[in-house]
């Protein structure tokens, strides 16, 4: 007998790790929120541009997330002539080479913004994709720390524009030079000490997550994750580390660079440490004090001190436009994972506690930041460029909003439903649809089994439609001409719930609908949307 032939077998349709697939209510809240976002920086003065997914790799340079392997830290591939190709892993690379590419017919400086997804060929993890948004704004063509201080100045005034009150965020300034300077104090200067120079950085970056502690293990011989994971360190000697120490593990050094306290009593300190405030209080500032300290211990290092003076020019500016330090300040823990950095660095960090949706704490950290990168376009030009920006995590932080309750998470209104009460008049409702979308209203015809009424219904509650229409035969053939009923299914949502008597029940649904002559379609359809006052963007 026979072997039955195998039934083939069904693909199992599954994600690969580190990515999600999103749907409309969270795309409609990610537009929401990049809208907010986009008018806070074209304020500032930038403007749009976009570049491909895809760049030579040569193109994005040794500064990838990981080590030398073209595909290490990022997707890569080879094309018909083997070139090497790599999904973009951040917006700034890209945008390197475009203005290189564009250099002469730019305006300089060059003051842009992007919004896109980027790629990290990196071992996901809880809020760690290998796809996500980030929304940039950058300066090529200055070397001002003006430049620095105003992409601080936007970052706190995107937080605010997102909702996220005054005191729950900081952005947190540095400059690299001080790090540098650092190293090279360790011992851990010029190109040969590259590598390791990285992996230091890569671990003191790691401080807000895993401590002193845990950043000292990674700066030593290495460090063992909960999961069993080793990661190797730098294999930094004991004098290396408590010197690094001294940079991002005091407490102090962590401090406000400067503070803004009101006070009616003006005590007698020099003019350019006092800010007038109208007729109100005044704005006292300190001068940063631990910055001196820095000076001293390091004033070996030409690079900490042009570090510092940057990081006070900085301060000075922010303070004269009356940013005080619940929104910006100098933390020199801060030093981005990228080794593109060439002076001042900025990292915007939530400071509210949540829980998520299985009770645990969650605590976000830092969901943007940038910095200084005035090597990068001049690869390209073989000329200094200077350059700085600030980039935003768009899907990191809309989960932190989201969580926080401070991002409009409704989905958005779907289309009106014209529905097929007569499947032989599918012409007539068409025509009715096209009359809809001929007046800017969003509308669709019902376009599964019209058989039943109940069905359509249902779908357009599934759509969280506005409105329905309904059209059958003693409507079409109504005594005083052609009608429709209008079927207003927000209002037809929220009965029921309260609602025990059956006839004061049916009373209000069959006040929900309303029948109308065919020719007042659109001007019905307006009023009920205006009474919701529904807008599609």
């Given at each position: ?218 700066l030593g011989e290495g460090r063992k994750d909960e999961s069993g994971d080793f990661t190797k360190g730098a294999g930094l000697k004991e004098n290396q580390i408590e010197l ?294």
């Open positions: 007998m026979a072997d039955k032939p195998k039934k083939p077998q069904k693909l199992r349709a599954r994600l690969p790790r580190g990515l999600e697939d999103r749907d409309a209510v969270a795309i409609a809240a990610t537009r929401r929120m990049t809208e907010k976002i986009r008018e806070v920086f074209e304020r500032y003065g930038f403007e749009p541009v976009e570049t491909p997914a895809m760049e030579y790799t040569d193109a994005l340079g040794k500064f990838l997330p990981d080590q030398d392997r073209p595909n290490e830290g990022v997707f890569s591939f080879q094309d018909d002539d083997e070139q090497w190709i790599s999904l973009r892993y951040d917006l700034t690379a890209p945008l390197a080479r475009y203005v290189a590419e564009h250099f002469d017919k730019l305006p300089k400086p060059y003051r842009s913004y992007r919004a896109g997804y980027v790629f990290r060929n990196e071992k996901p993890g809880p809020g760690r994709f290998r796809q996500f948004m980030q929304f940039d704004a950058d300066t090529v063509g200055s070397a001002s720390p003006a430049a620095d201080a105003e992409m601080c100045m936007m970052a706190a005034d995107t937080m605010e524009a997102l909702g996220i009150p005054r005191g729950s965020y900081v952005v947190k300034v540095n400059n690299r030079k001080v790090l540098d300077g650092v190293m090279e104090s360790i011992g851990l200067g010029g190109e040969e000490n590259a590598g390791r120079r990285l992996t230091v950085l890569r671990a003191i970056d790691k401080l807000d997550r895993l401590g002193v502690e845990g950043v000292r293990q990674l690094l120490e001294k940079l991002y593990g005091h407490q102090e050094s962590r401090s406000q660079d400067f503070f803004m306290a009101e006070t009616d009593e003006i005590p007698a300190i020099a003019d350019d440490r006092l800010l007038s405030s109208g007729n109100g209080p005044k704005l006292i500032i300190a001068n940063p004090r631990f910055l001196d300290t820095y000076d001293q211990v390091f004033s070996k290092s030409e690079l900490v001190l042009s570090g510092t003076k940057e990081l006070r020019e900085i301060s000075s500016i922010v303070r004269s436009s009356e940013y005080g330090t619940q929104r910006i300040k100098i933390d020199v823990s801060v030093v981005r994972g990228l080794e593109y950095y060439t002076g001042p660095v900025y990292e915007v960090e939530l400071l509210l506690d949540t829980v998520d949706e299985k009770g645990r704490p969650v605590r976000f950290g830092s969901v943007g930041g940038g910095g200084r990168y005035d090597g990068l376009v001049s690869r390209f030009r073989g000329e200094p460029v200077p350059a700085t920006g600030f980039s935003i995590g768009v899907s990191r932080l809309q989960a932190a909003l989201t969580l926080l309750g401070k991002l409009d998470a409704r989905p958005e209104y779907g289309p009106v439903v014209v529905t097929v009460f007569d499947k032989d008049r599918v012409a007539d409702y068409q025509k009715m649809v096209a009359t809809l979308r001929n007046a800017d209203i969003r509308a669709e015809l019902y376009l599964g089994n019209p058989k039943n009424m109940g069905n359509q219904l249902k779908y357009a509650d599934a759509r969280n439609s506005p409105v329905a229409i309904v059209q059958g035969s003693n409507e079409r053939e109504h005594a005083e001409g052609a009608q429709i009923i209008v079927q207003d299914l927000i209002a037809g949502r929220s009965i029921g719930a309260d609602i025990a008597d059956r006839d004061e029940y049916l009373k209000k649904k069959a006040a929900a609908q309303e029948m109308v002559p065919a020719g007042e379609l659109v001007a019905k359809v307006r009023e009920v949307l205006a009474r919701y006052q529904v807008k599609w963007n």
